[in-house]
T-cell receptor, first 114, second 114 residues
Framework: DAGITQSPRYKITETGRQVTLMCHQT?????MFWYRQDLGHGLRLIYY???????DKGEVPDGYVVSRSKTENFPLTLESATRSQTSVYFC?????????????FGEGSRLTVL | AQKITQTQPGMFVQEKEAVTLDCTYD???????LFWYKQPSSGEMIFLIY??????QNATEGRYSLNFQKARKSANLVISASQLGDSAMYFC???????????FGTGTSLTVIP
C-alpha cells in the first residue's frame, strides 16, 4: 500500500547503543522530515531533507544523524542513544507545488532507551 | 516565544454537541499556513484542515471548520456534531512563508462523552 512506512514500530535499546529508525515513502515526495513527540512538547523537528543528498537541521538535531541517498528513504540514526532520546519518532513527507502543502505522517516509531 | 499555543490540555464534549479547540500563533510573516491534525489513540497523525493566511473565508472540511481571526492571531478548530470517534489528541501547527519547518502546539486531548 502506498504511503510512509516506518520501522521498527517499537524498539527498546540500552544507553550508548546505536539505533537506526527507517522511513520509506512510495509517493516520491521531495521533502521528508523527522519529528519527535514528547508529552508537553508536541512535535519537534529533528532533521529534514529537501531532496536526495540534501539535509538540514531542525529544532532538536543534537545526537541524531540522517542521510538521504535515495528519494524514498530517510533513515534516522542515534549514534549513541541516551535516555533523553526515549520518545515517539515520526517520519513525514510533503508534496511541493500544492496549495496546502500538508505533512503526511508515518505511523510512528516508539523508542525506549534504558 | 512559542510559535503555537494551545492552552487547553484536555476538553470534554457531549456527543452530538459542537466543541471549539483553541489555537493561537505567533509570526511576523505575512504569508503562512495553519493546520490541524488529529492523533487518535492508535498514534497516527491525520491531517484535518488547512487555512492560508491570505484566505478570506474560513476553511471547512465536513464537520471541521477553522475559525480564523487574523488580527487576534487565532486559528480555532470547531468540530460540529461530535462523535465518539472524535476522541483524540488534536494538534495545531503553522508553516511560515515558503519555509518547510512546521511548528506544532502541545496538543489538546478531546474526550467525547456518550
Amino acid at each position: 500500500d502506498a504511503g510512509i512506512t516506518q520501522s521498527p514500530r517499537y524498539k527498546i535499546t540500552e544507553t550508548g547503543r546505536q539505533v537506526t529508525l527507517m522511513c520509506h515513502q512510495t509517493w516520491s515526495h521531495s521533502y521528508m522530515f523527522w519529528y519527535r513527540q514528547d508529552l508537553g512538547h508536541g512535535l519537534r523537528l529533528i532533521y529534514y531533507s529537501a531532496a536526495a543528498d540534501i539535509t538540514d537541521k531542525g529544532e532538536v538535531p543534537d545526537g541524531y544523524v540522517v542521510s538521504r541517498s535515495k528519494t524514498e528513504n530517510f533513515p534516522l540514526t542515534l549514534e549513541s542513544a541516551t535516555r533523553s532520546q526515549t520518545s515517539v519518532y515520526f517520519c513525514a513527507s510533503k508534496l511541493t507545488g500544492t496549495n496546502t502543502g500538508e505533512l503526511f505522517f508515518g505511523e510512528g516509531s516508539r523508542l525506549t532507551v534504558l | 516565544a512559542q510559535k503555537i499555543t494551545q492552552t487547553q490540555p484536555g476538553m470534554f464534549v457531549q456527543e452530538k454537541e459542537a466543541v471549539t479547540l483553541d489555537c493561537t500563533y505567533d509570526t511576523s510573516d505575512q504569508s503562512y499556513g495553519l493546520f490541524w491534525y488529529k492523533q487518535p489513540s492508535s498514534g497516527e497523525m491525520i491531517f484535518l484542515i488547512y487555512q492560508g493566511s491570505y484566505d478570506e473565508q474560513n476553511a471547512t472540511e465536513g464537520r471541521y471548520s477553522l475559525n480564523f481571526q487574523k488580527a487576534r492571531k487565532s486559528a480555532n478548530l470547531v468540530i460540529s456534531a461530535s462523535q465518539l470517534g472524535d476522541s483524540a489528541m488534536y494538534f495545531c501547527a503553522m508553516r511560515e512563508g515558503g519555509g518547510n519547518q512546521f511548528y506544532f502546539g502541545t496538543g489538546t486531548s478531546l474526550t467525547v462523552i456518550p
